[in-house]
């Protein structure tokens, strides 16, 4: 399913502020869950209401039997009681298949406000100067890769190998140099990418 908009959003958090993860979920006697969301209840205005979202312990499974969507991580479950929550409050699973914002999800799983910036639109040090210090500060990053060019294939190899999937949200890891280590949220195929790299392949950034 192609939520990496939420899940790079979980993941950052989860780097840079996890106990901002903590409480969102609460479980309950009965093995289920409540989640709180941050929702707009008038997607006209910026306004946010915190939200219970009542989420059983049951998860779609294909036909292997194993988690259809967000799977498990170190065993536990609380990535896939996330997704769960943010797909019911959404209308359900299929509301997540046609991608979203980092944006925005930022903010429904925090309830403060992120904002949206361009890559190209920085020079390399306004650029290297806003990344460094959402790191120093702890502050959730996720960067946005181009579309595919006439829609041709899902990712690019460049000359080192390295795969960037097109039409993909990352997460900021760290920064060495002038080397950008973004990291994938699906678990792989983390990138190292160098400036030219960062901005060819890569259109946006949304941070809280």
């Given amino acids: 399913m192609d939520d990496c908009f939420l899940l790079s959003s979980i993941a950052a958090l989860a780097k840079n502020a996890p106990n901002d993860i903590k409480k969102l979920i609460k479980e309950k006697s009965d093995g289920s869950y409540e989640v709180t969301l941050f929702l707009r209840k008038d997607p006209s205005t910026d306004k946010r209401t915190a939200t219970i979202i009542p989420v059983k312990n049951e998860f779609v499974r294909n036909e292997k039997k194993k988690a259809a969507y967000a799977g498990k991580g170190d065993n536990e479950l609380w990535v896939q009681v996330l997704e769960k929550a943010y797909a019911q409050a959404m209308g359900g699973y299929d509301a997540l298949l046609d991608g979203g914002s980092s944006l925005e999800t930022l903010q429904v799983l925090t309830g403060k406000t992120a904002t949206k910036g361009?890559?190209?639109?920085?020079?390399?040090?306004?650029?290297?100067?806003i990344f460094e210090e959402a790191l120093k500060n702890k502050t959730p990053l996720t960067l946005g890769s181009m579309d595919a060019p006439n829609n041709e294939n899902s990712h690019i190899i460049l000359n080192d190998g390295q795969k960037i999937y097109y039409d993909h949200f990352y997460y900021l890891d760290k920064i060495d140099g002038v080397i950008f280590y973004l990291k994938n949220p699906h678990g792989k195929e983390h990138l190292e990418l160098n400036w030219q790299n960062l901005c060819s392949y890569f259109i946006d950034y949304a941070k809280l």
């Fill in 118 to 129: 361009l890559v190209k639109k920085e020079n390399q040090k306004e650029l290297l100067q």
